[in-house]
């Protein structure tokens, strides 16, 4: 949803539709055309379902709150974190956060790296229904979001979004700070004895064997990647790379940290590398990556279509495994 990212991947079919009507050669009665065709839809859908007026706000949205919340309401150039589902008013799905609903989103066939589950970004920069919706939520809140179709993506069709408004964050910065401390401490580690550099590291699986990384070593790995959020006062994981379920572990060499010989992550942060510099063969551990050693204040995005994949400021979680060293690089 943030700017620059999720808008991103609606732009084209907005764009298309814009040129359309200068084409036509009378963008302003088109433009209005389209305006009442959404409102009669929108109309006849509050009518059928019975949607009292006090629902409506002034911005034009319908406000329906399913769960009041009890945090901090979202301010300009906040960080939140939501879920949420979007969809037009006959059902279908046109976005969403939902894992369980994926087969069901059509578009979302083409996002082979979209990471299900909530997402963090800056309120304020998304659609103008969206924001508004949004406005009158507070933490731990559920809510619906009836949105004519100006307020929203401008196509002639009004839509609805359930969403949940997780967190409110006031500075990043001092959040993941926060969130890192917390996870560390929740896991038995700290930031004494599982410090390595610039990030946090404990074996959990040993052996005996006494091969060590080199340089120029082919390293052969097994990782997952997440990230934490909190909900609901507890800690909880989000997933967005891992090889653990596919054929071909990663193969890189070591040393040159890009170069990738085969297998797939999405990215390798200077934290991933740095953990693996007293690993020996067979061993695993969990590598804690505070932001400025996993993506920094950007995050880690998707160049095609936009969207985040880990968000900015996001304390990252690596599960490594080495599965095999292999002496000198096989380039």
């Known amino acids: 949803m943030k700017k620059n990212n999720w808008h991103r991947i609606f732009r084209f079919s907005i764009m298309a539709g814009m040129g359309a009507l200068l084409l036509s050669g009378c963008l302003e009665n088109d433009w209005e055309e389209c305006e009442k065709k959404g409102q009669e839809e929108l ?14 706000k002034e911005s034009g949205i319908y406000y329906i709150p399913d769960t009041i919340g009890t945090g901090l309401s979202p301010e300009p150039d906040d960080y939140i974190v939501v879920e949420y589902t979007g969809m037009y008013l006959n059902g279908t799905i046109i976005e969403t956060t939902d894992s369980t609903l994926k087969d069901d989103w ?60 997780i967190s409110v964050i006031k500075d990043p910065v001092e959040y993941e700070n ?53 909900d609901k006062g507890m800690i909880r994981l989000k997933e967005f790379d891992s090889n653990y ?13 890009e170069t990738i010989l085969g297998g797939y992550i999405k990215k390798i942060p ?12 067979g061993t695993r551990a969990i590598a804690v990556l505070p932001y400025t050693e996993a993506f920094g204040t950007t995050g880690l995005i998707n160049v095609l279509y936009g969207y985040s994949i880990v968000p900015a400021y996001q304390t990252v979680i690596y599960d490594l495994q080495v599965v095999d060293i292999l002496r000198g690089s096989t380039e």
């Open 43 to 56: 109309d006849k859908y509050i009518s059928e379902n019975n949607i009292p007026d006090e629902y409506r």
């Open 106 to 165: 059509s578009a979302g066939n083409e996002f082979d790296d979209y990471p299900y589950g909530p997402v963090k970004f800056i309120y304020g920069y998304s659609r103008a229904g969206f924001n508004s919706g949004l406005s009158y939520m507070q933490e731990g809140g559920w809510a619906t979001l009836i949105i004519p179709t100006e307020l929203a993506f401008y196509d002639c069709k009004p839509v609805k979004y359930s969403i949940h408004l």
């Open 178 to 230: 926060v969130l890192l401390l917390r996870y560390l401490a929740e896991n038995g580690m700290d930031t004494t004895s599982n410090a390595y550099g610039d990030i946090y590291y404990k074996e959990y699986l040993t052996t005996s064997d006494t091969t060590e990384v080199m340089n120029n070593d082919t390293l052969v790995i097994r990782f997952s990647g997440k990230y934490p959020y909190i």
């Open 245 to 257: 379920d596919v054929a071909d572990p990663l193969r890189f060499v070591y040393g040159k940290e």
């Open 270 to 281: 200077d934290g991933f590398t740095a953990a693996l510099d007293t690993m020996r063969k």
